[in-house]
């Protein structure tokens, strides 16, 4: 049974076609994987889905009485509630008819009113039938599989980094236990014991699910099928990833040979049209016209849009790039022992550890951005840095890409900003789109165009490739190899650091976390 039904969707954006007339279903129990290149329409899919964004035209049908829960990673929370406080909050409902069954248990007056025992009566078995005795139980399973144990129960959620609020977002979703979960790269933030909990829980997650991801090892373990979003169409493949693209690869190549195929009759026809349009096989000529004319063609094989990246390196005068000598950092109290380590000239660090060890604050601190609790850290005198901060936050997100980059670089020319926004893979739809509707993608994207527009000797990179795609991530780190500077890079992506960098910083190993 179809608990989602969609038909003849088609999406656009200003000169891009998302998607036009595209239609598949989403089956009681599919676990559904989404993917596709940055830009697609991936994440526009859920949000029509969901409601958030109409589309141009086709319908979106739902079965009634289904309960959705959409990871949303940007959704609003007071910053003083507390971990605890907002794990709770999935069972509001519950709570709520434990206090209306209490208070009917309190009032003398209905403990006569057969009417209200009943009332209380039908409350209680609700909330025995939902777990109600047994929340605290399964709050303390998802802590502990996500990571969030270590945080504490009463940590406000203000005082979280980006990736730990993410995932107390995600645990959030997965303690509702709604019907059907749709999740827009869940894996952003986890490390990979956190990731092997999460496809242990999917795959024993009875409802449906709608899973959009760029990490295909993932979703070659969470899904049964999958909907490829390229080119303009959304195609539906059932199987596991490696089958999908499989028979994607097939369709592609069965595709280009019925293409090249018609172009050959196509160009034999207008040959013969311009040979003999005016002679005495011109009624031949325009026989063959009339049959070009109705002729369906068929669409010419598309390469997927390919980013680049390059940057600008300012020489420095010094062979000693960066001096760190027993920093402490923290914020109330250290979270690592003292840090020792020294970089010359032209050397790239990967700093390694799980998510919210204190990685980001080691960096900050080193930039100078927060202060050290003790010990120093000294670049050299000619050092310029440019720094990629993971968190996807703006100034004034209503700007578009084109605005940003035009507020930070008054005297840029627009056609010199459309430039950089297209090698990096922004196309002039959304560089014309606000900020806060692009996807994760597409904004980091556009935080790397800015980077590229300021020569530097030294980059400091926090968790560049978190939501882009492979060919993306191929640009990126070919820039980056590259780049004759130095480079601290922190990335949780074996695949990605794997066989270039020089020095590795464990920064696990000097956690000070009980």
Same mark, same amino acid.
């Given at each position: 049974?179809s608990?989602l039904?969609?038909?003849?969707?088609?999406?656009?954006?200003?000169?891009?076609?998302l998607?036009k007339?595209?239609?598949f279903?989403l089956?009681?129990?599919e676990h559904?994987?989404v993917v596709?290149?940055?830009?697609?329409g991936?994440?526009t899919?859920?949000?029509?889905?969901?409601?958030?964004?109409l589309?141009?035209?086709?319908?979106?049908k739902w079965?009634?009485?289904v309960?959705i829960g959409y990871?949303?990673?940007?959704?609003d929370?007071p910053q003083?509630?507390?971990?605890i406080?907002?794990?709770?909050?999935?069972y509001?409902d519950?709570?709520?008819?434990?206090?209306?069954?209490n208070?009917?248990?309190?009032d003398?007056?209905?403990?006569t009113?057969?009417?209200?025992l009943?009332?209380?009566?039908?409350?209680?078995?609700k909330?025995?039938?939902h777990?109600?005795?047994?929340?605290?139980?399964?709050?303390?399973r998802?802590?502990?599989?996500l990571?969030?144990?270590?945080l504490?129960k009463?940590k406000?959620?203000?005082?979280?980094?980006g990736?730990q609020?993410?995932?107390?977002?995600?645990?959030k979703?997965?303690?509702?236990?709604?019907d059907?979960?749709?999740?827009d790269?869940?894996?952003n933030?986890?490390d990979?014991?956190?990731?092997?909990?999460l496809?242990?829980?999917l795959?024993n997650y009875?409802g449906?699910?709608?899973i959009?991801?760029h990490?295909?090892?993932?979703?070659?373990?969470?899904t049964?099928t999958i909907v490829d979003? =390229?080119?303009?169409?959304?195609? /539906?493949? #059932?199987?596991?990833?490696?089958?999908? $693209?499989?028979q994607?690869?097939e369709?592609? !190549?069965?595709?280009?040979?019925?293409?090249?195929?018609q172009?050959e009759?196509i160009?034999?026809?207008?040959?013969?049209i311009r040979k003999?349009k005016?002679g =005495?096989k011109?009624?031949?000529a /325009?026989? #063959?016209e009339k049959?070009?004319?109705? $002729?369906?063609?068929?669409d010419?094989?598309? !390469?997927n849009?390919?980013?680049?990246?390059h940057?600008?390196y300012?020489?420095s005068?010094?062979?000693n790039?960066l001096?760190v000598?027993?920093?402490s950092v923290g914020?109330?109290k250290p979270l690592?022992?003292?840090?020792t380590?020294s970089m010359? $000239?032209?050397?790239?660090?990967?700093?390694?550890?799980?998510?919210?060890?204190?990685?980001?604050t080691?960096?900050?601190?080193?930039?100078g951005?927060?202060?050290?609790?003790?010990?120093?850290a000294?670049?050299?005198?000619?050092?310029?840095?440019?720094y990629f901060?993971q968190?996807?936050e703006w100034d004034?997100?209503n700007?578009?890409?084109l605005q940003?980059i035009?507020?930070l670089?008054p005297?840029?020319?627009p056609?010199?900003?459309?430039?950089?926004l297209?090698r990096?893979?922004?196309n002039?739809?959304n560089?014309?789109?606000?900020?806060?509707?692009?996807?994760?993608?597409?904004?980091?994207?556009?935080?790397?165009?800015?980077l590229?527009?300021?020569?530097?000797?030294?980059l400091v990179?926090?968790e560049?490739?978190?939501h882009?795609?492979?060919?993306?991530k191929?640009g990126?780190?070919?820039a980056?190899?590259?780049?004759p500077?130095?480079l601290i890079?922190?990335?949780?992506?074996?695949?990605?650091?794997?066989g270039?960098l020089d020095?590795?910083l464990?920064?696990e190993?000097?956690?000070?976390?009980?």
């Open positions: 049974m608990l039904e969609v038909d003849g969707l088609t999406m656009s954006y200003a000169d891009k076609e998607y007339d595209a239609s279903a089956e009681k129990h559904m994987g596709g290149q940055n830009g697609a991936k994440s899919l859920i949000k029509i889905l969901i409601g958030k964004v589309p141009v035209d086709g319908t979106v079965q009634p009485g309960s990871l949303d990673q940007y959704v929370i003083d509630e507390t971990l406080d907002f794990l709770h909050s999935a509001a519950l709570y709520k008819a434990e206090a209306e069954m208070k009917i248990y309190q003398p007056d209905a403990m009113n057969q009417k209200m009943d009332k209380a009566g039908q409350l209680q078995e909330l025995e039938t777990g109600f005795y047994d929340i605290d139980t399964e709050v303390e998802v802590m502990n599989g990571g969030l144990t270590e504490g009463d406000p959620v203000g005082q979280m980094s990736g609020r993410s995932k107390a977002i995600l645990a979703l997965l303690l509702q236990n709604p059907v979960i749709l999740l790269e869940p894996t933030y986890l990979t014991a956190h990731i092997d909990w496809i242990d829980y795959q009875d449906a699910a709608m959009i991801s990490d295909y090892d993932f979703l070659e373990q969470v049964d979003v =390229s080119f303009g169409k959304i195609t /539906k493949y #059932r199987g596991s990833f490696q089958h999908a $693209m499989r994607k690869a369709r592609q !190549e069965a595709q280009e040979k019925a293409y090249e195929k172009q009759v160009e034999k026809a207008q040959r013969f003999n005016a =005495s011109s009624n031949m /325009k026989s #063959r049959m070009l004319n109705r $002729m369906k063609r068929v010419p094989p598309s !390469e849009l390919r980013a680049s990246f940057f600008p300012e020489e005068g010094s062979a790039a001096r000598e027993q920093l914020y109330n690592l022992k003292p840090v380590f010359t $000239m032209g050397e790239k660090m990967l700093f390694t550890g799980y998510n919210g060890v204190g990685k980001s080691l960096i900050k601190t080193i930039l951005k927060l202060t050290a609790k003790g010990g120093t000294t670049f050299s005198p000619s050092a310029k840095v440019n901060d968190l996807l004034q997100p700007l578009t890409p940003t035009q507020d670089f005297t840029m020319k056609q010199t900003i459309r430039k950089k297209a990096a893979g922004i002039a739809a560089a014309a789109k606000p900020m806060h509707e692009l996807s994760g993608g597409e904004q980091t994207k556009v935080k790397l165009a800015i590229e527009l300021t020569p530097c000797n030294f990179m926090d560049p490739t978190n882009l795609d492979d060919e993306t191929d990126l780190k070919k980056l190899q590259e780049f500077g130095n890079l922190v990335s949780h992506e074996a695949s990605f650091t794997t270039w020095k590795v464990d920064v190993k000097l956690s000070l976390k009980k």
